[in-house]
């Protein structure tokens, strides 16, 4: 079979010889029953599936990629399937975010050292598109990303149950005796009805909808259910396009510009999407090579209308999202606010993919005159207790709290927490600022989604539902609550963090951007002086490797060997 163009396969390298090492190359594959034209000039086209019965969001992944094969012979290609680590968010431990890097080693190394041309990354849950994207980056081949679609809507008797927020909730309906033993049975299993991932604007939907604006799905496939029929047909006209890709030489440093990121913290903003975005953007962007800030997400998100009306925030779930038009009409809306000039992953610019998008139901996606609030996105906060940043989405807080100032009670880490925070003798009240260090990049380590911590007990059933929170630590895409997230440094490498003792006043001002310690500069001083770092975790294996490299989360915390690419090319072969 001929190319199209005569664009030089990198799979060539591997299959075009006919010396020793062609026929090594070609013909152990060819135990697998391929024809010898799959070894003559087609594209080769990795597959790379997160695909695990470990990751329930994942597990119907397997199937789809005999779509994605399908399109990929349609189109003249040669597809071939590989895993690799697969991030289960509710199973793994201690954190899935431990792992975010391992696995885009796992990508990159993949790709690299393989004979494709092109890639289809398969994903669903949280961290299974960033990491893969992001090693995807460091190899820079024409890429495509099939997302595996949310899960149908979580339905308990009259009401809707969205995966993931329910958690939040869990606690204080235990405590508050809201309900039955037999009830929450019932819940359990209604919540996770289908295959997919989490059906609010969780990390999962904000990891898809951020791939889908990056340009790099094709139109309309984040938020297609991962059991409608469509998700299908999109991951086999997906499989066809890439290789169209390989052949264009569309690589992901052509799509993958400046102006796509920030198109990128637009439509999260407006879609009301996960803090999660921030630091797994700036781990993209560091991979690709374009210049991202943690700022960049306050100046070009925060003035943005929210016009998506999903959980956590709002109302709806991602089925009703799609039904009613889903992520082409917010982007059609956005209009001007996003550069509507860059090119996706089909070709053509945003703005040609959805100029004919229709919104039908203006309740779950609000037009751009009438949105559900005027500004959205996320805000980045400044001040000595958090130097280098820290973020707090104001969509998912409680306005009065937004400028507060408040009694600082402090837990040194989870388990200090746990061990703690429900104990009738505790000096708490609702004013207070509940502090707690540890759960950072290095800390934990790992930085699990651990900011939105439950309230104390004895508030619950007094009927608080919100209190100011800081911490090192992220917080789930599907939960809300006022929640200072993300600060830099950390406490476990002895950021100001560390050094805030019961008792200190902290003040909260998310207008100004201001995020302060109220304790005198020679005091902090003295306990930095008294401050001693903690004994590493371990002393071996990949966590050892992480905690000697990862960076802070104003820069994606993403290991600083791994920053940047090192492109396609492998020196040596098997000799
Ligand atoms: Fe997998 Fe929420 S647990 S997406």
Same mark, same amino acid.
């Given at each position: 079979?001929?190319?199209?163009?005569?664009?030089?396969?990198?799979?060539?390298?591997?299959?075009?010889?006919?010396?020793?090492?062609?026929?090594?190359?070609?013909?152990?594959?060819?135990?697998?029953?391929?024809?010898?034209?799959?070894? +003559?000039?087609?594209?080769? #086209?990795?597959?790379?599936?997160?695909?695990?019965?470990?990751?329930?969001?994942?597990?119907?992944?397997?199937?789809? @990629?005999?779509?994605?094969?399908?399109?990929?012979?349609?189109?003249?290609?040669?597809?071939?399937?590989?895993? &690799?680590?697969?991030?289960?968010?509710?199973?793994? +431990?201690?954190?899935?975010?431990?792992?975010?890097?391992?696995?885009?080693?796992?990508?990159?190394?993949?790709?690299?050292?393989?004979?494709?041309?092109? #890639?289809?990354?398969?994903?669903?849950?949280?961290?299974?598109?960033?990491?893969?994207?992001?090693?995807?980056?460091?190899?820079?081949?024409?890429?495509? &990303?099939?997302?595996?679609?949310?899960?149908?809507?979580?339905?308990?008797?009259?009401?809707?149950?969205?995966?993931?927020?329910?958690?939040?909730?869990?606690?204080?309906?235990?405590?508050?005796?809201?309900?039955?033993?037999?009830?929450? !049975?019932?819940?359990?299993?209604?919540? *996770?009805?289908?295959?997919?991932?989490?059906?609010?604007?969780?990390?999962?939907?904000?990891?898809?909808?951020?791939?889908? *604006? !990056?340009?790099?799905?094709?139109?309309?496939?984040?938020?297609?259910?991962?059991?409608?029929? +469509?998700?299908?047909?999109?991951?086999?006209?997906?499989?066809? %396009?890439?290789?169209?890709?390989? %052949?264009?030489?569309?690589?992901?440093?052509?799509?993958?510009?400046?102006?796509?990121?920030?198109?990128? #913290?637009?439509?999260?903003? @407006?879609?009301?999407?996960?803090?999660?975005?921030? #630091?797994?953007?700036?781990?993209? *962007?560091? %991979?690709?090579?374009?210049?991202?800030?943690?700022?960049?997400?306050?100046?070009?998100?925060?003035?943005?209308?929210?016009?998506?009306?999903?959980?956590?925030?709002?109302?709806?779930?991602?089925?009703?999202?799609?039904? @009613?038009?889903?992520?082409?009409?917010?982007?059609?809306?956005?209009?001007?606010?996003?550069?509507?000039?860059?090119?996706?992953?089909?070709?053509?610019?945003?703005?040609?993919?959805? @100029?004919?998008?229709?919104?039908?139901? +203006?309740?779950?996606?609000?037009?751009?005159?009438?949105?559900?609030?005027?500004?959205?996105?996320?805000?980045?906060?400044?001040?000595?207790?958090?130097?280098?940043? *820290?973020?707090?989405?104001?969509?998912?807080?409680?306005?009065?709290?937004?400028?507060?100032?408040?009694?600082?009670?402090?837990?040194?880490?989870?388990?200090?927490?746990?061990?703690?925070?429900?104990?009738?003798?505790?000096?708490?009240?609702?004013?207070?600022?509940?502090?707690?260090?540890?759960?950072?990049?290095?800390?934990?380590?790992?930085?699990? $989604?651990?900011?939105?911590?439950?309230?104390?007990?004895?508030? !619950?059933?007094?009927?608080?539902?919100?209190?100011?929170?800081?911490?090192?630590?992220?917080?789930?895409?599907?939960?809300?609550?006022?929640?200072?997230?993300?600060?830099?440094?950390?406490?476990?490498?002895?950021?100001?963090?560390?050094?805030?003792?019961?008792?200190?006043?902290?003040?909260?001002?998310?207008?100004?951007?201001?995020?302060?310690?109220?304790?005198?500069?020679? &005091?902090?001083?003295?306990?930095?002086?008294?401050?001693?770092?903690? $004994?590493?975790?371990?002393?071996?294996?990949?966590?050892?490797?992480?905690?000697?490299? &990862?960076?802070?989360?104003?820069?994606?915390?993403?290991?600083?060997?791994?920053?940047?690419?090192?492109?396609?090319?492998?020196?040596?072969?098997?000799?």
């Amino acid at each position: 079979m001929e190319d199209k163009k005569e664009q030089p396969l990198r799979s060539r390298e591997w299959f075009g010889g006919n010396d020793k090492m062609g026929f090594v190359h070609r013909s152990w594959l060819r135990n697998q029953g391929y024809p010898d034209d799959h070894f +003559r000039g087609r594209p080769v #086209i990795g597959i790379c599936n997160t695909w695990s019965e470990l990751t329930p969001c994942n597990g119907h992944l397997r199937d789809f @990629a005999e779509f994605v094969k399908k399109g990929v012979l349609e189109a003249g290609g040669f597809p071939l399937e590989f895993p &690799v680590m697969s991030l289960g968010e509710t199973i793994m +431990r201690p954190t899935t975010m431990l792992f975010r890097n391992l696995a885009s080693m796992d990508t990159e190394e993949s790709i690299r050292a393989n004979p494709l041309d092109g #890639i289809v990354l398969l994903t669903g849950c949280d961290k299974t598109t960033p990491s893969t994207l992001m090693g995807a980056c460091s190899v820079d081949l024409p890429t495509i &990303v099939v997302p595996g679609g949310p899960m149908l809507s979580g339905r308990y008797k009259d009401g809707y149950i969205g995966s993931g927020s329910f958690n939040w909730i869990f606690k204080e309906k235990q405590k508050t005796g809201g309900l039955t033993e037999e009830e929450l !049975l019932e819940v359990e299993i209604c919540a *996770a009805r289908s295959n997919g991932h989490c059906n609010t604007m969780g990390t999962a939907s904000t990891m898809a909808t951020m791939v889908e *604006a !990056l340009g790099l799905t094709l139109p309309g496939a984040s938020a297609i259910p991962a059991v409608d029929a +469509r998700k299908k047909v999109m991951a086999q006209l997906s499989g066809r %396009r890439i290789v169209d890709m390989v %052949r264009e030489d569309l690589t992901l440093s052509k799509i993958l510009t400046r102006q796509a990121f920030e198109n990128a #913290i637009v439509v999260n903003a @407006a879609t009301g999407g996960s803090t999660n975005l921030i #630091i797994h953007l700036l781990a993209i *962007a560091g %991979r690709i090579g374009v210049d991202l800030a943690l700022d960049d997400f306050d100046k070009i998100g925060s003035k943005i209308p929210l016009l998506v009306n999903l959980m956590p925030a709002g109302k709806y779930l991602m089925e009703d999202y799609f039904y @009613a038009g889903g992520l082409p009409v917010v982007l059609k809306e956005l209009g001007d606010l996003l550069h509507g000039n860059v090119i996706t992953v089909n070709g053509k610019t945003i703005r040609e993919n959805n @100029a004919g998008a229709e919104c039908y139901n +203006r309740d779950v996606i609000a037009g751009i005159d009438t949105p559900l609030q005027t500004e959205a996105g996320i805000a980045v906060l400044r001040g000595n207790l958090c130097e280098n940043g *820290a973020v707090i989405k104001p969509s998912a807080a409680t306005p009065a709290l937004m400028k507060h100032r408040g009694r600082a009670v402090v837990f040194e880490s989870m388990e200090d927490y746990h061990a703690r925070i429900d104990l009738p003798e505790l000096d708490i009240d609702e004013n207070c600022v509940i502090v707690l260090k540890s759960v950072g990049p290095k800390g934990y380590p790992g930085m699990p $989604e651990v900011g939105n911590v439950d309230l104390p007990e004895k508030l !619950l059933v007094r009927g608080v539902k919100d209190m100011v929170r800081i911490s090192d630590g992220r917080m789930s895409g599907t939960a809300y609550g006022t929640v200072v997230l993300h600060v830099s440094p950390e406490s476990a490498i002895g950021g100001t963090l560390a050094l805030v003792q019961d008792g200190d006043i902290i003040e909260l001002d998310v207008e100004n951007r201001r995020l302060h310690l109220d304790v005198p500069p020679e &005091v902090l001083a003295n306990r930095k002086a008294a401050w001693q770092a903690p $004994e590493p975790h371990t002393q071996r294996g990949y966590v050892r490797l992480y905690l000697d490299h &990862v960076q802070q989360a104003h820069l994606g915390a993403d290991l600083d060997v791994l920053v940047g690419k090192s492109g396609a090319g492998v020196k040596g072969d098997l000799h």
